[in-house]
T-cell receptor
Framework: EAQVTQNPRYLITVTGKKLTVTCSQN?????MSWYRQDPGLGLRQIYY???????DKGDVPEGYKVSRKEKRNFPLILESPSPNQTSLYFC???????????????FGAGTRLSVL | QQQVKQSPQSLIVQKGGISIINCAYE??????FPWYQQFPGKGPALLIA?????SEKKEGRFTISFNKSAKQFSLHIMDSQPGDSATYFC???????????FGTGTRLKVLA
């Protein structure tokens, strides 16, 4: 089954304690991305990756790090989490970028993070 | 320049009615406009998408209307059903990039 898997699904942590949210896809997709979803703000792109070792900033990259050492994995790292990073996070992947009849961006089920 | 403005924020429609959600953009470099559907506790899922070289795209009960000169596009859900109750997001992207800008979402409730 084609899927994007995020772990953990729920996470409560304290300010300043480094954490990593993992993301893995089994579709051999080139493109992967992280989003955060906040009420009234919709989805905002944090970082994206076009291939192994190729990443770029989205609209809200401050306070986050990513790495793409393998094609299937794209972890999101919060080096020093703060309460304003409390949010619902989604990982996504696509075979292609931009428009195309068969281009589908698949999303994971989400990780709900609370930073106290 | 990078915003995609979505309205309304919430929408209540009777079963069998038409649901209409609107989006507007400023950046003329955008050339791919997908709509996503999200159910509670789930990630967004691609519903339908359009490129600016066509003015309308229809898939089943879902239709995107696109007005390039006005820089607006909208989602029409015909014969709305209670199972369509979800949050809908419009988005915009530039081909060849993986950069997406999303609207703020519309929470649709279809009454049985």
């Amino acid at each position: 089954e084609a899927q994007v898997t995020q772990n953990p699904r729920y996470l409560i942590t304290v300010t300043g304690k480094k954490l990593t949210v993992t993301c893995s896809q089994n579709m051999n997709h080139e493109y992967m991305s992280w989003y955060r979803q906040d009420p009234g703000l919709g989805l905002r792109q944090i970082y994206y990756s076009m291939n192994v070792e190729v990443t770029d900033k989205g609209d809200v990259p401050e306070g986050y790090k990513v790495s793409r050492k393998e094609k299937r994995n794209f972890p999101l790292i919060l080096e020093s989490p703060s309460p304003n990073q409390t949010s619902l996070y989604f990982c996504a992947s696509s075979l292609f970028a931009g428009g195309g009849a068969k281009n589908i961006q698949y999303f994971g089920a989400g990780t709900r993070l609370s930073v106290l | 320049q990078q915003q995609v403005k979505q309205s309304p924020q919430s929408l209540i429609v009777q079963k069998g009615g038409i649901s209409i959600i609107n989006c507007a953009y400023e950046n003329t470099a955008f050339d791919y406009f997908p709509w996503y559907q999200q159910f509670p506790g789930k990630g967004p899922a691609l519903l339908i998408a359009i490129r600016p070289d066509v003015s309308e795209k229809k898939e089943g009960r879902f239709t995107i209307s696109f007005n390039k000169s006005a820089k607006q596009f909208s989602l029409h859900i015909m014969d709305s059903q209670p199972g369509d109750s979800a949050t809908y997001f419009c988005a915009a992207s530039v081909s060849g990039t993986y950069k997406y800008i999303f609207g703020t979402g519309t929470r649709l409730k279809v009454l049985a």
